[in-house]
């Protein structure tokens, strides 16, 4: 146990003690033991490259390649300092010798040579080429595959925790092929370094035999050939192995299974192939000089496999039915599954078979990318994190027909006509522009759908064109953030205060759970958000919600504190910068008689204006927000601070779009200017 808590210790002693080596001599029995520990480690790294299901399941192969190569040069160096100085370099290189070249030097000369050609040539050239190009193509499909995950993300394909991971997957993949990139360069080097090695061996070794230890020619030319071939080849044979083991890990990329499994099922997994296989190998042993006996044992061996292969295909497919329909009947009897339905979705975008080609990104649909970019909008602009939208078709739409649905309920609709644009109206029509006449989903102005060919003489007119994509990420914006009260929950306010605990904590224990419960603070969240008022200063909300919670936990009451606090973000939002903020504002009859008309209930204040008198205030303040939605402004409603409440519900269902403020919610800073007086 000891011994193994310290591989760390063993690792770099190991590569001190090759540098080592290369310096100091080595006797000959250690060096034979290396030699046999160089190729025992060059075997089990070629293995485990066979044995492993993906790239990096052995990332450490680029660091064990360096490690390795360098080993291995250092056993050149001290086989080399032996051969030179003593003519005798260890049992295990004069065995390889003796066994290449049995007795005839220029054959043994001529295998290695081989070996050399077949290993810098064609092993190693290529695995350096497919290493350097599968570095590149995994660096560029980057981008794309990180669009990807969000894009499963926002479908609610997968869980956050299961994107992070694939990120991670993705830089360790880019990370990986561009070290074998670079590793690839240190085998194509050691084959180059060891055929100087061996050259270097016999010919200075020839000398040496000669001129100093005076040895006849033929047998220096004999002894220094053996010991440099046998030297070469227990250098060349683990390298060829961890160039076969590069490569195979750098051109596995696409496999899902080790090299036995894929080579058994891609290769040998198609029974009809291999019943031709046998026909023709038959034929060629009967009709060319070959003869049947070289033939008939592979054309046998063929057949048999072949229809091994399809009878066991037959009885593996009647096995996945029967194990299917037995899951099923299994899977239904479970009470679970009854609850699975009760799920309901915060959001479901649902369209027709029509607008999958504007959805699937391998036909070129981005809407998936941009609903992630709403999300992202609308987290910046309101301070909530959207729940995930989940996308799929439904066949009893139109084929162009779409459905936005809150909570399994739909709340919008719209149609799409594909190979158009819509064209919305600049406000003075033109009878020019021709198409098929709509409304602009998102805010119901008058729209129409233009081809190809009258889009450039709309955008001429002063018409705004814009994409189907872009009508549908529109619309669902507008919906979303219309109805974003109704998708902040307690989880999601919980989740909320956790993030801001992460920051500002003490903002988070002065409130919660303290003096007020999660549902106090999510109600006082959903109103502010129903109003369209960014909550994403949360610090400042918890903090009006701390010192006013000490009087009262009235929702109502501290949602107008928490305005009141939040005044130069509200007027922020609902002016333009450097312009007066235009108000509209209530005659002084008209704001005493709604005074008056006030009647308090446990559920908060409400008017009960006479029908009739109410429906000319809201028709006056109709007209008078007409005017300055004319001039492109933000109609707002200045009123007093105890009639703001109750005139933003009794005009909401009306005129949704005005925005109702109180003079305490005025930033001091903010110049005001008169847009208009409801009077009667």
């Known amino acids: 146990m000891k011994l193994a808590k310290r591989t760390d ?23 034979s033991m290396l030699i046999i520990v160089n190729i025992f480690v060059s075997m089990t ?5 066979m044995s492993t299901k993906e790239p990096l399941d052995f990332s450490v192969f680029p660091s064990m390649l360096l490690i390795t190569t360098l080993f291995r040069l250092t056993l050149n160096i001290s086989s080399t300092r032996l051969i030179l100085g003593q003519a005798d370099a260890g049992s295990v290189i004069k065995a390889f010798g003796d066994f290449v070249i049995s007795n005839n030097a220029v054959v043994g000369f ?3 040579l081989i070996i050399i050609i077949v290993q810098f040539i064609v092993i190693t050239r290529g695995a350096e080429r497919v290493a350097e190009v599968a570095a590149r193509f995994t660096l560029d499909a980057m981008p794309g595959k990180q669009i990807a995950i969000d894009a499963d993300m926002n479908a609610g394909l997968i869980t956050e925790e299961e994107a992070r991971k694939r990120r991670q997957t993705i830089e360790r993949e880019a990370d990986f092929y561009g070290a074998m990139d670079g590793a690839s360069k240190f085998v194509k080097g050691d084959a180059i370094a060891s055929m100087l090695i061996v050259g270097i061996n016999i010919v200075a070794g020839f000398i040496i035999g000669i001129a100093m230890h005076h040895m006849p020619f033929q047998q220096a030319l004999s002894t220094y050939t053996l010991l440099s071939v046998g030297d070469g080849l227990v250098s060349q044979i683990p390298a060829l192995l961890l160039s076969t083991a590069t490569g195979l890990m750098v051109s596995r990329a696409a496999s899902e299974d080790n090299l036995g499994t894929d080579v058994v099922s891609q290769v040998f997994g198609y029974p009809r192939a291999l019943f031709i296989v046998a026909i023709v190998i038959f034929l060629l042993g ?15 061996a063929a057949a048999i496999g072949g229809w091994r292969l399809q009878q066991k295909k037959k009885q593996s497919q009647v096995k996945q039915v029967e194990e299917a329909a037995r899951s099923q009947q299994a899977e239904t009897k479970k009470p679970e599954n009854v609850f699975n339905l009760l799920t309901v979705e915060p959001i479901e975008f649902e369209f027709g078979y029509g607008l999958i080609p504007l959805v699937d990104s391998k036909q070129g649909g981005d809407l998936l990318e941009r609903v992630v970019m709403i999300r992202r909008q609308l987290a910046i602009e309101l301070g909530l994190v959207i729940p995930m939208v989940r996308m799929r078709d439904n066949i009893q739409l139109k084929p162009t027909q779409y459905a936005i649905k809150l909570k399994g309920v739909q709340v919008a609709e719209g149609e799409i006509v594909m190979g158009h644009w819509l064209a919305l109206s600049p406000g003075v029509e033109n009878p020019a522009i021709q198409g098929v006449k709509t409304k602009d989903p998102a805010f119901g102005l008058p729209a129409i759908w233009v081809n190809q060919g009258m889009r450039v003489q709309a955008e001429a ?10 009508v ?3 619309h669902l914006t507008e919906v979303l953030r219309r109805h974003a009260h109704e998708l902040l929950g307690r989880q999601e306010t919980k989740s909320l205060l956790d993030h801001v605990k992460t920051t500002n904590p003490a903002a988070v224990d002065d409130v919660y759970p303290n003096p007020l419960s999660l549902g106090q603070i999510q109600n006082v969240l959903s109103n502010l958000l129903r109003e369209k008022i960014s909550i994403r200063d949360m610090v400042t909300i918890l903090e009006t919600l701390a010192d006013a919670a000490r009087q009262t936990q009235d929702p109502d009451v501290l949602t107008e504190q928490v305005r009141q606090a939040l005044a130069r973000q509200i007027c922020n939002q609902f002016s333009v910068p450097g312009e007066p903020m235009a108000v509209i504002t209530l005659s002084a009859t008209i704001e005493e008689q709604i005074q008056q008309s006030l009647v308090e209930r446990p559920g908060g204040a409400f008017i009960g204006m006479d029908p009739a008198q109410a429906q000319r205030v809201i028709a006056r303040l109709q007209e008078e927000s007409g005017k300055l939605q004319a001039l492109g402004k933000t109609p707002v409603l200045l009123v007093h601070p105890q009639l703001r409440l109750p005139v933003r519900r009794w005009i909401e269902r009306y005129l949704p779009d005005v925005v109702v403020l109180s003079y305490n919610e005025l930033d001091p800073t903010v110049e005001i200017q008169s847009g208009g007086v409801v009077n009667l």
């Open 45 to 49: 790294i070629l293995l485990v490259a």
């Open 110 to 112: 001529m295998v290695f």
């Open 9 to 31: 210790l063993f690792v770099m002693m190991f590569v001190l003690g090759i540098i080592v080596m290369i310096v100091i001599p080595i006797p000959k029995p250690l060096l």
């Open 472 to 474: 549908i990420a529109t």
């Open 286 to 300: 009967v009709v060319t000089p070959i003869g049947i006996f070289p033939v008939l044992p592979v054309s046998a």
């Open 461 to 470: 007119n002063g018409y705004t064109v814009v994409d189907p994509p872009s």
